[in-house]
C-alpha cells in the first residue's frame, strides 16, 4: 500500500483555493500519462511533483522551471519539454520513468527493465521451501531443479507438498493471522479475564487460506472449524462454564446467530476484543479496513469523505476540521458494526453476549457507506467489500510480503497487477495465487 502524509492530505481535503489547484495538476498529467505510478489514487498522486506539499521534489522543479503561465493552463506544455530530462538525476529520463512505473522525481526509484532479471528456479526453489516448508532445501534437491528438463514443474510439485503440510496450515498461515486477530493470552481462553476464544479464529483463517478455500470466506463465512479441523455450523456453546472469582469468565464458543455472521469480523473474539465498551465501533471498523481492504486510516490512507458526516453520533468532539479529515470516511465506515455486542459484564455471564447481533443496539446500522456507496448492515458492508478489488489487492500483498518481506517495488506492478487480478480465474484460492507467485522475477528472479 501506498502510504502518504496526512499533512498533504489536509490540504487536499479542506476545500481551500489550492486544492482545486492542485486536483487539477493531478488530472492534467494523470489523463496524459494513466500508466504512471501515483496515478492509480488522487492522494498517491501529490508525491509525483512534490516531497511534502507544498514543497517541489526535483522533477516538480523542472516543471515549474517550465511553467509559462498558471499551472491549470500551461501544465501540458510544461510536461512535453521535460520529457527528456532527467530530473533526479538516477540515469533515466523523466518518461522512461514515467512510462515504467517509476518516479521521476524520486532518485532512488528507478525503472528495473525486466531483461536485467532472469529466472532462476533454483533461487524460487531456495525460497520456496524456506518460506512454505519451513525447511532449507538440500543440495541434492537444488541439483534435481538444476538439471531438469522442466524445472517449474518440480516446483509446483514441491509446492503442493508444502502447502498441504502442517507446517504452512498449523504454524506459517498462523503467523500470517497474529497481525489481524491480535490475540492476548490473559482475555483469551485460558487466561485470567476471558471475554471470547480466539483459537477459532485462527483455526478460520488457517481453513479458509488453504485447501482451495474461496478467501472471501473470510468476509463471508457462517462456519466455524473445531479442534480437530472438521467444520460445526450453528451456535457453539461456551467450552468453559462462566464463573467469577480467581479467574473471571465471561465469553467462550461462538454465540453468534449464523445468519448475521461474516467470517473473521463477526467472531466473538473479534467484536469483544475491538469494540470492547463502544456506542460506535471505530475500532472494530478501522481494523477490518486495515487488515482486509488494505487501507490503514490511522496513516491517512484509504479516505473516502462521506458528505455531512462525521455526524458525531456518539458525542465525541469529532466534527472539528482537524479529526473530520479522518472521521467522514471513518465513521460512516462503522455504523453497520454498531448492531453487534462487543464486551458486556452481566448480560455476557448469564447469557455469553458478547459479539452477539441485538437489533436495537444502537441506531445507526442502515446509515453506513464503504467506498462511497451505501451499505445496509454489516451482511451488504462485508459482501461489497470482499467483492473489491482492494480486498484481492490485500490478499495477493499479504502473500507477496510474507515472501520477500517487502512491498512490491515500481518495477514489480505488473507482475503484482496480474497475481491480484487472476483470483477470479482462480476461484480465490490462496493456493493458486502462491502458485501463480513462485513464477514471478520478484521471486525467483536473479540479475543477469
Ligand atoms: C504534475 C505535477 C504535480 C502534481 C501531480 C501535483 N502538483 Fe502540486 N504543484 C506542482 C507545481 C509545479 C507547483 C508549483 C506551481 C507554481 O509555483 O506555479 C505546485 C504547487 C502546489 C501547491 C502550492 C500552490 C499554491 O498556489 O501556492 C500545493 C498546496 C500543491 N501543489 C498541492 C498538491 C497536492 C495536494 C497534490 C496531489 C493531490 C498535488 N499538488 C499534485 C506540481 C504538481
Ligand atoms: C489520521 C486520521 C485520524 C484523525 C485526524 C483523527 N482520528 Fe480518531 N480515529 C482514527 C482511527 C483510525 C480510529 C480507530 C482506531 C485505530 O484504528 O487506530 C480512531 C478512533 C477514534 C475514537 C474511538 C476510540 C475508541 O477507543 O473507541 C475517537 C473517540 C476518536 N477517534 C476521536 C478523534 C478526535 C476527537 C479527533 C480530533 C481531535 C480524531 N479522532 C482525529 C483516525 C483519526
Known sequence: MRRFLVGSLWLSLLGSSHALATSASTDIFCQKYPKALGCESKQ???????????????????????????????????????EALDSDEDGASNITEIEHHSAPGNGSIK?????????????????????????????????????????????HAELNKCLAS????????????????????????????????????????????????????????????????????????????????????????????????????????????????????????????????????AKGEGLMPVANEPRDVDARNVKQADCAVCHSTLDPLSYAFSTYVGIETVQ????????????????????????????????????????????KKNIANMFFKQALSRDPLPSEQGEFEALWKALPDDAYSANKLIHRLIETKAFGGKRS
Open 44 to 82: 498517491a498522486s501529490c508525491a509525483i511533483c512534490h516531497t511534502a506539499v507544498p514543497s517541489l521534489n526535483a522533477y516538480g522543479d523542472d516543471i515549474k522551471g517550465a511553467l509559462t503561465g498558471p499551472i491549470d493552463a500551461t501544465l501540458i506544455g510544461a510536461l512535453d519539454k521535460i
Open 111 to 155: 525503472p528495473e527493465a525486466d531483461a536485467q532479471l532472469a529466472y532462476d528456479p533454483v533461487i524460487a526453489m531456495r525460497r520456496l521451501r524456506a518460506i512454505y516448508c519451513g525447511n532449507p532445501a538440500s543440495y541434492e534437491d537444488l541439483q534435481k531443479v538444476k538439471t531438469a528438463a522442466d524445472p517449474k514443474a518440480i516446483l
Open 166 to 297: 502442517p507446517f504452512w496450515k498449523g504454524e506459517a498461515l498462523f503467523r500470517l493471522a497474529d497481525k489481524k486477530i491480535q490475540p492476548l493470552s490473559a482475555i483469551g481462553f485460558g487466561g485470567n479475564v476471558v471475554i471470547a476464544d480466539y483459537r477459532y479464529d485462527y483455526r478460520l483463517f488457517s481453513y479458509i487460506m488453504s485447501d482451495d478455500h474461496d478467501v472471501r470466506e473470510l468476509l463471508s463465512a457462517n462456519y466455524h472449524i473445531d479442534e480437530s479441523g472438521a467444520r460445526v455450523e450453528g451456535v457453539i456453546a461456551r467450552q468453559e462454564p462462566a464463573q467469577v472469582g480467581q479467574r473471571i469468565v465471561i465469553g467462550g464458543g461462538q454465540p453468534l446467530d449464523p445468519t448475521r455472521r461474516a467470517g473473521m469480523i463477526t467472531t466473538q473474539w473479534f467484536l469483544a476484543f475491538y469494540t470492547m465498551f463502544a456506542p460506535l465501533p471505530r475500532n472494530t471498523a478501522s481494523q477490518t479496513y486495515r487488515e482486509y481492504l488494505g487501507m490503514d486510516i
Open 348 to 391: 455476557a455471564f448469564l447469557f455469553n453476549s458478547n459479539g452477539t447481533y441485538r437489533a436495537t443496539r444502537q441506531p445507526w446500522e442502515a446509515q453506513g457507506q464503504l467506498f462511497g456507496q451505501p451499505v445496509t448492515n454489516l451482511l451488504d458492508w462485508a459482501t461489497k467489500a470482499r467483492n473489491s478489488d482492494p480486498f
